[in-house]
């Protein structure tokens, strides 16, 4: 009995003791946003051969490269001079030697293994290390064509991405938009094609007749645009995939910015009778055409939320060119935008917590957002014309056209540019022929196996 | 109580302590005996859906006007109008401030000094004259005597000092009403200075969704000389199975290891008998929204 009454004493004293023990807890509210410093060493062959696409070691070194490029245009990123790297990274797997990279203040590691396979195809693995933890991020392999090379890199630079922001990548990705050439009276405008980087530059259409407002399915590698073909305007759709052209409808009536629903199964757009514009949607399955809105004022523009259940559109109903929200079935039309000025072209974020516009006014044409109800308006770009925003697939950057002010016979010429949400990292995209209209593809599609 | 019983008891004791004992030695002891060799997992294999040839083609290079681009510098916000301060129309005027007047110090009066004087100091060496040799022989009597005289003073001197400084130990052995309050002083003290080195080496996912309604606690044990003990362990905050949150998290663990090893810090953690510090990363007063 005593021992018994002995031992519930020492336990009692015992929690006591821990419990006297202050738990300490610190708040920190305060930090810094800056680029992560990352590694990217030349991927290792694990046997140097010469492949149709030149020695692998260089195929290695340009798969790095395209990766480092990657990151770094998004601006979260920043590259750590290679030749600053005091660790060789060989082909053999093994875990690198995190004291040879915390000195020159690597957050990120990239490692990577390039062989060829009996079929010739080329195997490329990759591991994303945590240097500060000192763990493995990320290790995924892949099989592709040699010449598929440059593609695999985008997908790499997406996995790293997305582990290290926690958002999808944009990288394994395309811009279609519209090529144009020759004076300004006889502009030649065809459909063009590219990586979202600007390489694989492709002409799709060969400019005899006038192409406009090309847009990408959100989940299929297809396009539609309107093109006036013979002088009548219609809606096309392209498949990347096959390379097939469709007629989605032959409108008697002008016809403008058609554009897709989440789902891929309706295209919306408006149409003009009359003078009067106002917002149609198709549908793709059944080809039947229903009215949503029905106004004197000029309705034109109209975006999907990306859950479908809402679109935005820009009409001037109220006396001057303004963004209204409606459901997707034409009710509930309520104006959002309230600012000095005009606004045009709205496109509903892929994330849906934004809509991005153009605003026009202080002459000039500028790229800006706001929130679905309209709060939280942010201009983005100011330079004298910029226009046409669309989102990458992950919400996080906008691409758009911005023309030069036309002075003393030259300038008014288009080029596409990007912009990060934040305001930050404008970047010109490099492109052969003057470009407008760009639209973003959906990420490429990619088959995985052991998943 | 007889003898038997008293060694029982103590038996039990000791049996007790030393089982405690063992207790706490596997518990920091364990973990550490054997340090498994980590090979990385392998990797996930991926197959391509191959795409129409046609998109592989590149098309042909054309000649091309170069434009000087026409960048301009990188923030672009729509800058907000500094907020600036009027007066109301009806505003009534607050009575003047009265000035506190300060009293004048005092001017020592300075010693007036003779135009000769002035000279003289001014073409004065720059080097110090040694004073002259005060010892005389024939007075070495006297300074013996004063010597003696000396002595006595600073032996009272001594005496008054160890009086006051044992009435200053009384009055530090009393106990403090403020004993408490600056308990509190010294641990907020110690929390502010984690705060302050840890909020330096965090890198937030900046323009990452929902950012600055994010929070992470994490737990971070050290050992004496201001090392991490272990690995920093994640108690609460969120759903890790969401990408952006397991990337706010991984930026806060990486900030706490980043900024090791916190030997002064610990050092009074340890002075307070903690060996283990809660970090909760909050970025909502960062205006991230």
């Given at each position: ?5 002995f031992s ?8 006591f ?19 992560v ?5 030349e ?15 260089d ?30 990274i060989?082909?053999?797997?093994t875990r ?10 690597v957050?990120g ?25 000192e ?13 598929n ?28 938009y ?45 396009i ?5 073909f ?5 809606v ?8 097939r052209?469709e ?21 919306i ?34 975006s ?16 001057s060119?303004q ?9 509930n039309v ?5 600012g000095?000025?005009r ?20 002459r ?7 929130r ?23 919400g ?8 030069t ?6 300038g008014?010429?288009p ?15 490099p492109?052969?022929?003057d ?17 | ?33 054997t340090?498994?060799?980590i090979?990385?997992p ?20 054309v ?83 004063r ?12 005496d ?12 530090k ?5 403020f ?13 502010q200075?984690?705060?302050q080195k840890?909020?330096?080496c ?13 929070t ?9 000389d ?6 920093p ?17 991984d930026?806060?663990?990486r ?10 810090e610990?050092?009074a953690l ?6 283990y510090?809660?970090?909760n ?9």
């Amino acid at each position: 009995m005593t021992f018994y009454r002995f031992s519930v004493a020492a336990i009692v004293v015992l929690l006591f003791s821990c419990m006297a023990q202050a738990q300490l807890r610190v708040d920190v509210t305060q930090g810094t946003i800056e680029p992560v410093p990352i590694a990217v060493p030349e991927f290792a062959p694990v046997v140097d051969v010469e492949t149709s696409a030149g020695p692998l070691s260089d195929i290695g070194a340009s798969i790095s490269q395209v990766i480092v490029s990657n990151l770094v245009s998004t601006g979260l990123f920043r590259a750590v001079d290679e030749n600053a790297f005091i660790e060789k990274i060989t082909a053999a797997p093994t875990r690198p030697n995190f004291a040879s990279w915390r000195p020159l203040a690597v957050q990120g590691l990239v490692t990577g293994r390039i062989e060829i396979k009996p079929d010739g195809n080329l195997r490329v693995e990759f591991r994303l290390w945590d240097v500060v933890q000192e763990i493995q991020m990320e290790g995924v392999g892949y099989n592709t064509p040699i010449s598929n090379w440059r593609r695999i890199a985008h997908v790499i630079s997406d996995r790293i991405y997305s582990r290290l922001t926690g958002e999808d990548g944009y990288f394994d990705t395309r811009i279609v938009y519209i090529a144009e050439q020759g004076a300004a009276t006889a502009r030649q405008k065809r459909l063009a094609i590219m990586d979202q980087d600007g390489a694989n530059q492709q002409l799709l259409t060969d400019g005899s007749y006038l192409v406009l407002t090309p847009r990408f399915s959100p989940n299929r590698q297809e396009i539609t645009f309107l093109s006036y073909f013979n002088d009548q305007p219609r809606v096309y759709l392209f498949n990347i995939l096959t390379n097939r052209f469709e007629v989605l409808g032959d409108f008697p009536s002008m016809t403008f910015a058609p554009r897709f629903s989440p789902d891929g199964n309706k295209v919306i757009m408006s149409l003009a009778e009359e003078g009067n514009s106002d917002v149609y949607v198709l549908d793709l399955r059944t080809r039947k055409v229903t009215r949503l809105t029905n106004d004197p004022g000029i309705d034109t523009s109209p975006s999907y939320s990306p859950d479908g259940s809402k679109i935005v559109f820009n009409s001037d109903r109220g006396g001057s060119q303004q963004l209204y929200v409606m459901d997707a079935d034409g009710s509930n039309v309520h104006r959002i935008s309230f600012g000095n000025g005009r606004y045009a072209t709205p496109v509903w974020s892929p994330r849906g917590d934004l809509i991005a516009f153009t605003k026009i006014g202080e002459r000039k044409f500028r790229i800006g957002v706001m929130r679905p109800d309209g709060r939280g308006e942010r201009l983005l770009t100011d330079a004298y014309q910029d226009e046409g925003p669309t989102w990458s697939p992950n919400g996080r950057v906008l691409m758009y056209f911005r023309t030069t002010r036309f002075q003393n016979g030259t300038g008014g010429k288009p080029s596409l540019w990007s912009v990060d949400l934040t305001g930050f990292n404008e970047r010109k995209v490099p492109t052969p022929f003057d470009a407008s209209d760009p639209a973003w593809s959906p990420p490429l599609p990619v088959t995985t196996k052991g998943q | 109580m007889s003898n038997a019983l008293l060694k029982n008891i103590l038996g039990w004791c000791l049996s007790l302590l030393l089982h405690l004992g063992v207790v706490v030695a596997a518990y920091i002891g364990l973990p550490y005996l054997t340090r498994p060799e980590i090979t990385p997992p392998p990797p996930i294999a991926i197959e391509f859906i191959a795409i129409s040839t046609k998109t592989q083609q590149v098309a042909p290079k054309v000649v091309v006007e170069e434009e000087a681009a026409e960048e301009k510098p990188q923030p672009k916000y729509a800058a907000a109008e500094q907020p600036t301060a009027s007066p109301l129309d009806d505003a009534v005027p607050l009575p003047a401030k009265a000035e506190i007047v300060k009293p004048a110090p005092k001017v020592k009066p300075k010693p007036q000094i003779s135009k000769a004087r002035k000279l003289a100091q001014r073409i004065r060496p720059n080097v110090k004259p040694k004073p002259p040799s005060r010892f005389k022989s024939t007075r070495i009597a006297a300074l013996i005597d004063r010597s003696i005289k000396e002595e006595k003073d600073d032996v009272k001197k001594d005496d008054e000092k160890k009086v006051k400084k044992k009435k200053n130990d009384e009055k530090k052995k009393k106990p403090s009403v403020f004993a408490g309050l600056q308990g509190r002083m010294a641990t907020a003290t110690v929390v502010q200075a984690f705060s302050q080195k840890v909020s330096s080496c965090w890198n937030l996912p900046g323009g990452a969704k929902g950012v600055y309604k994010m929070t992470a606690l994490v737990r971070i044990r050290f050992r004496p000389d201001g090392t991490i003990m272990g690995r920093p362990e994640f108690l609460s905050g969120g759903d890790m199975d969401d990408g952006f949150y397991r990337v706010f998290v991984d930026t806060a663990i990486r900030a706490v290891l980043t900024c090791g090893p916190y030997e002064l810090e610990a050092k009074a953690l340890f002075e307070m008998g903690n060996n283990y510090i809660d970090f909760n990363f909050d970025p909502s007063g960062m205006g991230l929204e």
